[in-house]
């Protein structure tokens, strides 16, 4: 199943005054807790039960990390820390510093693999990824056949943050 994707038009605009297009994901459904543990039972020798309570214990062993400042790798996935926001609510001496200052939120950083160069690829879960242009699924291009309007790669487009 490829990545869809559509074109987004920016709030904001670039130096020449203009608003870009830019690609942005196109979310198809939700996968919940309950459909994991079927496919993990699937690809295993556990039943659903045994991979439904795993993911359960997995999350309350985490919660406890995390709340006790601690970070959390998981090898494949990545690494689960919690930080505080402050909103811009600043004050003028440490001493006057608190948590209600601030909220709580978890920060996710991707797992990360080494190409053959020996660079850091950041994407690891998405390499190899196929995208395909939600409007364009079942358009020919050319007037071909069905979906010859995709386009293949799992290229990375530029960041429009830059």
Do not use: W
């Not at 439904?52 to 997995?58: A, E, F, R, S, V």
């Not at 970070?71 to 909103?87: E, K, N, Q, W, Y």
């Not at 196929?130 to 409007?135: E, L, Y």
């Amino acid at each position: 199943m490829p990545v869809l994707y559509k074109p987004f038009q920016s709030v904001l605009e670039n130096k020449e005054e203009k608003r870009l297009f830019y690609p942005r994901v196109v979310l198809t459904g939700n996968v919940d807790t309950e459909q994991i543990a079927r496919e993990i039972a699937a690809y295993s020798s556990l039943t659903t039960g045994d991979a439904k309570n795993t993911l359960d214990n997995l999350v309350t062993v985490m919660t406890q990390h995390l709340q006790a400042s601690e970070s959390v790798t998981i090898d494949g996935l990545g690494t689960f820390r919690i930080t505080m926001l402050s909103g811009g609510r600043g004050v003028e001496t440490a001493d006057e510093v608190s948590a209600a200052q601030a909220t709580l939120t978890i920060r996710f950083t991707p797992a990360t693999t080494r190409n053959a160069d020996r660079t850091v690829a950041t994407r690891s879960m998405v390499t190899g990824a196929r995208c395909v242009r939600f409007d364009k699924i079942n358009a020919p291009s050319d007037g071909s056949e069905p979906g010859a309007g995709e386009e293949e790669g799992g290229g990375e487009s530029p960041d429009p943050i830059v």
